[in-house]
């Protein structure tokens, strides 16, 4: 149980192009999802929380604009890099609150 | 801000070989601490957690003490397997509400055992 997806696992983009990025509960619901971003040989830091039906809260130096969060409902959260640019490629990685976080196994994208 | 710092790798044992693997954090006011294992190609699972101070977490051999005094959350195992390899997160949720909260995470240790 308890299980998070995240798609598509990987992905490449032109720069310039916006990318949406799927994050999951697949047998849960989900009031709080969270939304991370790792760099090579980086602990992973948190770009925002997305609370069901309201707004996302960035951390700072998050722009909002160009990471947007969508948390339509309690299984589904999604992640849109808005204009891609190279400085975007990394891995994110979102997880999903009832009682504790399980993470999804992560989205490298790629931008050329 | 809060900050964890644990020993980087990659660190390699024997199978059967103690393991520490070190972890020390900052933070203001009384954070939950936690440990998370990462397989390959999966996502982080929670190994295990302590929501305040002297609280020892515990799971599949693996042990973690909350030590205010010492800012640490060293993980333990007093016999590793080859099962074991993966990488290893230290993690801290700013609340002792237990991971409610965005998390801070440590640049991770990979942990290799050989049989």
């Known amino acids: 149980g308890a299980v998070v997806s995240q798609h598509p696992s990987w992905v490449i983009c032109k720069s310039g192009t916006s990318v949406k990025i799927e994050c999951r509960s697949l047998d849960f619901q989900a009031t709080t999802m969270f939304w991370y971003r790792q760099f090579p040989k980086q602990s992973l830091m948190l770009m925002a929380t997305s609370n069901e039906g309201s707004k996302a809260t960035y951390e700072q130096g998050v722009e909002k604009d160009k990471f947007l969060i969508n948390h339509a409902s309690l299984t589904l959260s999604t992640l849109t890099v808005t204009s891609a640019h190279p400085e975007d490629s990394s891995f994110y990685i979102c997880?999903?609150?009832?009682?504790?976080?399980?993470f999804g196994p992560g989205t490298r994208l790629t931008v050329l | 801000g809060d900050s964890v710092t644990q020993m980087e790798g990659p660190v390699t044992l024997s199978e059967e070989a103690f393991l520490t693997i070190n972890c020390t954090y900052t933070?203001?006011?009384?954070?939950?601490l936690f440990w998370y294992v990462q397989y390959p190609g999966e996502g982080l699972q929670l190994l295990l957690k302590a929501t305040k101070a002297d609280d020892k977490g515990s799971n599949k051999g693996f042990e973690a003490t909350y030590r205010k005094e010492t800012t640490s959350f060293h993980l333990e195992k007093g016999s590793v397997q080859v099962s074991d390899s993966a990488v290893y997160f230290c993690a801290l949720s700013p609340y002792s509400g237990g991971g409610a909260d965005g998390l801070t995470f440590g640049k991770g240790t990979h942990l290799i055992i050989q049989p």
């Open positions: 997880s999903a609150y009832p009682h504790e976080q399980f």
């Open positions: 933070a203001t006011g009384y954070p939950s």
